[in-house]
């Protein structure tokens, strides 16, 4: 076997190797968008959507969490408690993404996103006249 | 369509396509065209040049009939923040990126020598591709649906997190970064149509690094602007849009280190033609990502979906087409020398550092693009950060490690010092990591990691010592950019693998313990009414050293959003960084007692007695344009007379705030103006903090409830509505009571008096139980419902509660390696693109003197 031989193996090698790792990797942090049922049903990561209940929203001093409560479109609420900070427009979201585990009655969320509302909704409304 | 910019954009458009016709014309044999191309492309510089002028001054000039401007910004806004909103929304971004991408044309066309006909054949088409969506959704239309002369008061303002100083650069440094990498790719697809696969490398390394510098320049900025303003407790999350910057640039600087190989080599065609492609494309598809709205679900800040996804799936179409079309059809022309150098030689360490990085930017692209690939299989899902660090983190130990070695490597072998400098580079790196294992660093991955970043940072950095010894400094270029991005990978790691974070919430003026830091809230700093308010953290460490944080939380008065900023405390070892989780304001001493007094008149309110003698206008603490009343007060008791003026400021129109002052001598008394009757000119005062008086109960009773307290047992039976007349402005409601169970049982009514004057309390005594009174509070007469309070001398008086403020402190070690280090990279990398700038210039003198 000559040298180029042995460095073409070694790279399939490493190659295959690392895209294997890497696909592991990438499985097993998937978190698929899920009904609240699905999630409360699951101790995977997964995503949830709703929209803020508000007035729910509640920052618990001795657990140093955040808790909120989210509903979707079929009335369905689910609490969340989040560890991290609020993030900057949560009160105007229009909807809240939270991507995390199901434990003890509420998601608790690694991860939220915020939707606001779009920019270009009801821009014709606002519009005043001079 | 407001029409001269929409002229400039099709005038652009023709004039490119003009540009590219004669340039094709020239490639066909006719060079006279290419006199007329280069002028076609100036005009074409021009009117894009002229639109993105026209579209800055219909944003000054505040022209809200524009969409655009009417969506991005308003009267409010200062100069630099208006000329800002050229880059605020996707429309203007775009426009942005065009201007760029002409004016990088420019130097382009001068230096490109032969390729220049075929490259800019391929460079316009980039730019048209551009052109089109702007074509498609022009920042010059008009607010659809407005009949002739309507035009909005005013717009809807900048986005509040984007009003900030890096606003102003940030944005336009990334989309110069953006623009520069249609060089290479121009370069690459020329060079394919053209059979010359050798010197576009060349010609374009210092396009790549152009490329390289500035992407990573911007990006970081990006970081360091999330950082410090923004709050969001670091300067990377593996959002969709910060990734979407950095494969492009990952995929740049594989490209670099491929030209230079090819350069020193003569080998590795392939590859770089393939890199060029593949750094174009991904910025397309990260075009793609960010703007079509495909990822809206999974990032922080994509923008909305304008209608422009079909364009941008068009144009990554094409580009792929064009670029690896172009390829495979010259694929098999190229021409490959076999190469047998041994494993120690910087020809192999520089194929393995580009397949590290291509692996890296693969695991960022797959990650991001997860929502579109599991589209596919199963149900849409992303990633988290996690995959990102879990993945990434070895194939950086295996780069860093390469990063260290190959200073000291020849292309086709070790240096003589080989050893001896590399032993002394990892016994100083080893030195540090046994400091930083004192420090506290632990995780094996991860101390391996930082390990490697340290021998990474000895190893260049004797190096470019080396070449400065020798008086090569600009070979030191390259070698100091890597000095930088050792120093950076080692702040990487220490500060995200070793900060340590805590919440707490601070009552007004009450000291807490975090992480050994004393931090006590000290109020909430607001020098004027139209500032920001800051909040005041006095932190103390354990040296007794003591700085006073100032994170902000403040609402947006336009679109009425939260906006926090961090306060971050920059020191040597480690930053402290505080943001604000949530403020509450707390409240103020239910009123314990109220007094009505005329001037000159005095009142009682438990040993106090309590004198108005007039009134206090606008005095010298007050804003101009603001009203405020103040009433001035002699106050005796307990042998001390004092002089107190409590005030009452307009908030807004017929709404004042009373402001409550203390009455010294007398532990959390005060006294508040609370009203002013301008018939009689007598003032209310409000005075609390008195021994008795405070809420021994309260309840909020339906008709038929009861409430007991002590032997007393309360029943709501109804309203007394017979003072009732709003039209005649008497609001007067009483609540009846029946007392039952008592000595005297009977009935009570305790009124409330709202309408002229303001609103008053009469409280009524339980008869039997003497100084108890019951007090009206929120009053809902069609749930037919009400709040009482018995008010008790002997219960203590309500101290209302203080503000509070809950932050987040994270103290992140060594993280200012990372900034430092950016500096010394981007020092280092302006150097090595004016080193292969010159190189280039040197090369063409060179031919055109010898083809002379």
């Given at each position: ?130 | ?592 007692d109220t007094l009505d007094i005329g001037k000159g008149q005095t009142g009682k309110i438990g040993p106090l007695e309590i004198t108005f003698d007039g ?16 009433a001035r007060l002699t106050v005796k008791g307990?042998?001390?007379t004092q002089t107190v ?26 006294v ?10 007598h003032v209310?005062l409000?005075v ?165």
């Amino acid at each position: 076997m000559n040298r180029r031989m042995v460095w073409t193996i070694v790279g399939i090698v490493a190659i295959i190797g690392f895209v294997a790792f890497g696909a592991g990797a990438f499985k097993s942090n998937l978190t698929p968008y899920v009904s609240f049922q699905q999630a409360r049903a699951t101790s995977d990561a997964v995503q949830v959507a709703g929209k803020l209940v508000q007035g729910s929203d509640l920052f618990d001093e001795k657990a140093s969490v955040l808790r909120f409560d989210i509903q979707d479109d079929h009335g369905d609420v689910m609490r969340i408690t989040y560890k991290g900070l609020k993030p900057g427009n949560f009160h105007e979201a229009t909807q809240v993404v939270a991507i995390g585990r199901f434990r003890g009655g509420a998601l608790d969320a690694e991860k939220l996103l915020v939707k606001c509302p779009s920019k270009y909704q009801g821009l014709d409304q606002k519009a005043s006249t001079s | 369509m407001f029409l001269p910019g929409a002229i400039a954009l099709w005038a652009a458009f023709l004039s490119l396509v003009a540009s590219t016709f004669f340039y094709f014309r020239s490639v066909r044999g006719h060079q006279e065209a290419r006199a007329w191309a280069r002028q076609a492309y100036g005009l074409a510089t021009t009117a894009i040049l002229i639109a993105a002028g026209v579209l800055v001054y219909l944003i000054v000039t505040h022209d809200f009939r524009i969409h655009y401007v009417f969506s991005y910004s308003d009267l409010s806004l200062p100069t630099r923040y208006l000329v800002a909103t050229l880059w605020a929304g996707q429309e203007g971004s775009f426009l942005l990126w065009l201007v760029w991408g002409m004016l990088v044309g420019l130097p382009l066309i001068r230096y490109a020598q032969h390729y220049e006909d075929r490259t800019m054949v391929v460079y316009n088409l980039a730019q048209i591709s551009l052109l089109l969506i702007l074509l498609r959704q022009s920042p010059f239309r008009f607010i659809s649906d407005l009949t002739a002369g309507q035009v909005p008061f005013d717009g809807q303002g900048l986005n509040p997190l984007l009003q900030n100083p890096w606003m102003t650069i940030h944005p336009p440094i990334m989309f110069l970064g953006y623009a520069a990498t249609a060089v290479p790719f121009a370069f690459a697809v020329a060079a394919l149509w053209g059979r010359r696969y050798d010197e576009w490398a060349k010609a374009s390394l210092p396009w790549a690094l152009v490329t390289v510098v500035t992407l990573g320049c911007a990006i970081l900025l990006g970081g360091y602007w999330a950082y410090v303003t923004l709050g969001w407790g670091g300067y990377w999350g593996w959002d969709p849009v910060e990734n979407a910057s950095l494969v492009p640039w990952i995929a740049s600087a594989a490209l670099v280190h491929g030209m230079i190989l090819q350069r020193a080599r003569g080998r590795f065609r392939k590859l770089n033609f393939s890199l060029a492609i593949l750094a174009y494309v991904l910025v397309v598809y990260g075009t793609f990502l960010t703007r079509s709205g495909v990822l809206a679900d999974f990032s922080v800040h994509s923008f909305v979906d304008l209608g422009i996804t079909g364009w941008l799936v068009g144009n990554l179409a094409g580009a792929m087409v064009l670029g690896f079309g172009a390829l495979l059809w010259r694929w098999r022309e190229i021409p490959t020398e076999p190469g047998d150098e041994p494993f120690f030689s910087r020809t192999v360490f520089f194929v393995v550092a580009i397949a590290a990085l291509l692996g890296t930017a693969a695991t960022v692209l797959v990650g991001t693009s997860a929502p579109l690939i599991t589209r596919l299989a199963t149900k849409t899902s992303q990633v988290g950060p996690s995959f990102y660090n879990r993945v990434i983190l070895p194939i950086g130990i295996v780069l860093a490690t390469l990063l260290g070695t190959v200073p000291f490597l020849q292309w086709k072998g070790t240096s003589k010092d080989f050893r001896k400098r590399l032993l002394l580079a990892g016994g100083l790196a080893i030195a540090a990591g046994v400091v930083s294992l004192v420090a506290g660093a632990h995780g094996i991955l991860y101390v391996m990691f930082l390990l490697a970043s340290l021998f990474a940072f000895f190893s260049n950095l004797l190096k470019t010592w080396d070449e400065v010894r020798q008086r090569r400094f600009r070979a030191a270029g390259g070698y100091l950019a890597h000095v930088g991005l050792g120093l950076m990978l080692a702040g990487i790691i220490i500060s995200s693998a070793y900060d340590r974070s805590e919440k707490v919430t601070l009552a007004l003026n009450q000291s807490r313990q975090v992480m050994g830091y004393t931090l006590t809230f000290k109020g909430v700093d607001k020098p004027t009414p139209t500032a920001r308010e800051a909040m005041l953290i006095e932190v103390k460490d354990k040296n007794g050293s003591t700085y006073v944080a100032r994170p902000r939380m403040f609402r947006n008065e336009k679109t009425n959003q939260m906006v926090a900023n961090p306060d971050v405390h920059v020191q040597l070892t480690h930053d402290v960084y505080v943001s604000p989780i949530e403020f509450d304001p707390g409240r103020l001493p239910e009123h314990g007692d109220t007094l009505d007094i005329g001037k000159g008149q005095t009142g009682k309110i438990g040993p106090l007695e309590i004198t108005f003698d007039g009134f206090e206008m606008a005095g010298k603490h007050s804003e101009t344009g603001k009203v405020t009343i103040g009433a001035r007060l002699t106050v005796k008791g307990r042998g001390q007379t004092q002089t107190v003026i409590p005030a009452m400021h307009a908030a807004g129109p017929g709404e004042f705030t009373a402001v409550p002052v203390e009455i010294l001598g007398f532990k959390g008394a005060t006294v508040a103006l609370n009203g002013v009757n301008a018939n009689t000119g007598h003032v209310r005062l409000s005075v609390t903090g008195f021994g008795g008086g405070g809420v021994a109960k309260s309840a909020v009773l339906h008709q038929g409830n009861a409430l007991t307290y002590k032997s007393v047992t309360l029943t709501f039976d109804d309203f007394d509505l017979s003072d009732f007349d709003p039209e005649a402005n008497k609001i007067n409601i009483g609540a009846v009571l029946k007392i039952t169970g008592g000595q005297k049982p009977g009935e009570i009514t305790p009124r409330f008096h709202g309408g002229e004057g303001g609103p008053r309390y009469e409280d009524a005594e339980i008869p039997g139980l003497p100084g108890v009174k019951v007090r009206t509070g929120k009053m809902d007469p069609n749930e037919k419902t009400v709040e009482i309070q018995v008010l008790d001398p002997d219960a203590p008086a309500d101290q209302g509660e203080p503000m509070r403020f809950s932050v987040d402190v994270t103290v992140k070690p060594m993280i200012g390696l990372l900034w430092s280090g950016l500096v010394v990279l981007l020092a280092g990398g302006i150097m090595a693109v004016i080193r292969r700038g010159d190189e280039f210039s040197t090369a063409i003198a060179a031919q055109s003197g010898s083809s002379a």
